[in-house]
């Protein structure tokens, strides 16, 4: 490998590094087409959703999309112990709007401990999906749990086929997401070609309609819906459910000519809490504790926008004023809970690596000879990494010394983003790096009992820690951008001596993947934890099946990874899983399934265009009309034109009417398919 192959390696794949513009091919078009409509869903075609558990209380969602211009839609809700519903525990109503997106969110309290439960929504003479919630278990009532855990959910990237797999287990306590949910990017840019799988709107989502908009692209995602319909969600965000690389103050992504960044920021989390089944608070914060009896706490932070500054400008620049990751008073309610915990195993959910990854073996070459000694050279390599915790130095190192000081023994983190799969022994150094002095050159930092510092690769002595990194759902990996070959490479030079200068530069990593796709298990039990990863055999069509690759497990009190070629079985005590279609609406009459479905239109009220996301179940020759209170015909927006099934985002241009109320109507030469009250304001 030269130099420029090493380079355009870093900065073409990192897990949350953007493509460069030379790699960047640009989508332009005025509609675009893509799959995942199911008609029969009318009106709750994003289907439901469950989460943020406790013992007596979870959160359930859903969204209404209205059918007759609606401005408020009423509804009730369902709770049973039984997917018949014959034994309904609750009932409730509800009502949403505009301001919220039609999205409903209803947190079910005074519910039993450790109990599965089973709900659906009706509104506008249909039902739901029924869907399926969890309830955390109280005291020592718990033996055991087992946890999917996900990131990274690119829908250009490919199909959502890890989301499948796991939708299909009914042994699974909670889905653990670790963020990057969305992609904020354009149609084009980030990720594959698939003719079916492309982003709307198709820019770069900036404002309260485009995220709105790419949310609703994702919740209609057949194996998305049936992910959330099966589990209870425990989920922070990441990144790019904002803007790449994101912090406090501002994101790689986001540029001044795209308008503040406190408000688009804002903007983010209004939608992720409107779009996700999470529980509502004053400031839209998501660092939260969940607790499982006995067995297992889940502390669960925001490393991006609660408290994180900028990073630094290399990797090795000094922690000189202290860099925050997280705030000071996140940290504090970190450092109390894994003080106070009781419990056998403390999970931190995480987004970004806690460990150390170090790189430097790729820094390049000079002359043809191999340049592992120059700084700048190291720094061209490690810095494509700088978006992790080894750019806080002090205050990850004081996380660290706090569980060797006060003994605190079980912590496992749990993390996202990197696209890839890792098992960490967590150490403080696990080896001596950079050294002006040693060239540069990793040195081997063994144990020392007197001081708590360093690390035996052989017996995981200076491990306070582990950490396991799951793969991504679907978007980029290395090898999707530079080959197997030189994937394969790099992966084993992460954790095996380099030729010529015999370093090991991470001894403290005990696996690694860098080119499947897919999620893990983390299964807990007194005596052990262990992390089984699983892959899909591919992103790129849309299928079943899905293959072990490692276990990784740790015992109680060892803090430290041994590696298992078994998977560990299902849990004894499996979850009836939830029906394919909702119930048959009864009372009433019965909504008829539509062939075209209006599933948002933005901006409302406008000065010019509307954007309408629309679905058609099937081929039709189809014009928009723009017709007045009265029923006049006063515009011909758009000229019939022949769409096949699918999804469409289309642009309306309303800017020659005067101010007033109309209707934009989709119509064939059989009649109306569809129409939406829009206002006209100048």
């Given amino acids: ?38 008609g029969d869903l009318k009106p709750f075609y994003h289907g439901v959703a469950s989460g943020d558990p406790a013992e007596t209380s ?31 525990v609750q009932t409730g ?107 709307e709107p198709a820019t770069e989502i900036i404002n309260l309609a485009d995220y709105r908009t790419r949310y609703s692209l994702y919740r209609l995602d057949e194996a998305l ?20 690389d994101s912090y406090v103050d501002g994101a790689q992504n986001h540029q001044s000519n795209e308008g503040s960044w406190e408000t688009r920021k804002a903007i ?24 499982y009896g006995s067995l297992c706490d889940i502390l669960m932070l925001d490393t991006r926008l ?19 990751m997280i705030s000071n008073e996140q940290y504090n309610w970190l450092m109390n809970n894994l003080k106070q915990s009781s419990a056998r195993w403390k999970v931190i959910g995480n987004q970004v690596l806690f460990s150390t990854f170090n790189v430097g073996f790729a820094g390049g070459f000079t002359d043809g000879m191999p340049d592992f000694t120059n700084i700048d050279s190291i720094r061209l390599a490690e810095n494509v990494f700088i978006d992790n915790w080894e750019s806080y130095p002090t205050q990850r190192n004081s996380i660290i010394d706090t569980l060797r000081l006060k003994n605190i023994d079980n912590v496992i983190i749990v993390t996202g983003d990197s696209h890839c799969s890792w098992a960490f022994d967590v150490t403080q150094n696990a080896v001596l790096y950079p050294l002006a002095a ?57 954790n095996n001596p380099v030729p010529v200068i015999g ?19 983390l299964d807990l039990k007194a005596d052990a934890a262990q992390a089984d990863f699983y892959y899909v055999p591919t992103v790129q069509i849309d299928t079943i099946g899905e293959s072990f690759g490692v276990g990784a497990r740790t015992l109680d009190q060892e803090n430290r990874i041994q590696l298992s070629n078994t998977p560990l079985p299902p849990k004894t005590n499996v979850d009836t899983p939830t029906p394919a279609m909702p119930l048959p609406f009864t009372s009433g009459t019965i909504a008829a399934p539509s062939q075209v479905a209006v599933f948002s239109c933005y901006p409302n009220p406008s000065q010019d265009l509307v954007y309408l996301q629309l679905g058609l179940e099937k081929t039709l020759t189809c014009g928009i009309n723009v017709y007045d209170l009265a029923g006049k015909k006063v515009l011909q927006a758009r000229t019939p034109e022949t769409m096949s099934a699918g999804i469409y985002k289309l642009a309306v241009s309303l800017g020659q009417l005067a101010t007033g109320t109309y209707f934009v109507v989709l119509e064939d030469r059989t009649g109306i398919l569809a129409s939406q009250k829009v206002v006209i304001k100048r």
Wanted: aromatic share 14%; proline share 5%; hydrophobic share 35%.
């Fill in 503 to 521: 370093a090991t530069y991470n001894p403290h990593l005990k696996y690694v993947d860098l080119d499947r796709h897919g999620y893990f298990l």
């Fill in 438 to 494: 040693a060239f540069n050159i990793p040195q081997s930092n063994p144990y020392n009992m007197a001081t708590g510092q360093g690390y035996t690769p052989a017996t995981g002595a200076g491990s306070w820690a582990v950490e396991f990194g799951t793969p991504s759902v679907s978007s980029p990996n290395f090898d999707e951008s530079v080959g197997a070959a030189v994937t394969a490479q790099f992966e084993f030079l992460m």
């Fill in 58 to 88: 979870v959160v359930i969602w859903t969204r209404v999309t209205p059918d007759n211009n609606q401005m408020s839609i009423s509804g009730k809700y369902f709770v049973a112990l039984d997917t018949a519903f014959t034994n309904i």
């Fill in 268 to 291: 983010s989390k209004q939608v992720y809490f409107e779009w996700m089944p999470i529980r509502d608070n004053s400031n839209n914060s998501i660092y939260k504790k969940i607790s």
């Fill in 93 to 199: 109503n509800f009502e949403t709007n505009p301001d919220k997106d039609y999205t409903v969110k209803i947190l079910l309290n005074g519910l039993t401990a450790g109990t599965t439960y089973y709900y659906y929504f009706q509104a506008l003479n249909a039902n739901s999906l029924i869907g399926r919630a969890k309830t955390c278990p109280s005291g020592s009532t718990i033996d055991h749990l087992k946890f999917a855990v996900v990131s990274c959910s690119n829908y250009e990237g490919g199909y959502f086929n890890a989301y499948r797999s796991i939708a299909n287990r009914n042994d699974i306590d909670a889905v653990i997401h670790l963020g990057d949910y969305i992609y904020e990017y354009g149609a084009g840019t980030y990720g594959g070609q698939l003719p079916d799988r492309v982003n």
């Fill in 306 to 324: 609660e408290g994180r500054v900028e990073p630094p400008a290399n990797f090795d620049t000094p922690d000189v004023p202290t860099r925050n």
């Fill in 225 to 244: 819906i049936r992910l959330h319909q099966q589990h209870t969600f425990i989920n922070i965000w990441d990144d790019h459910e904002s803007a790449n």
């Fill in 1 to 38: 490998m030269n130099r420029l192959v090493l380079f355009f390696l870093f900065f073409s794949i990192a897990g949350n590094t953007a493509f460069t513009q030379s790699t960047i091919k640009r989508v332009s078009r005025t509609t675009t087409t893509w799959s995942g409509y199911v």
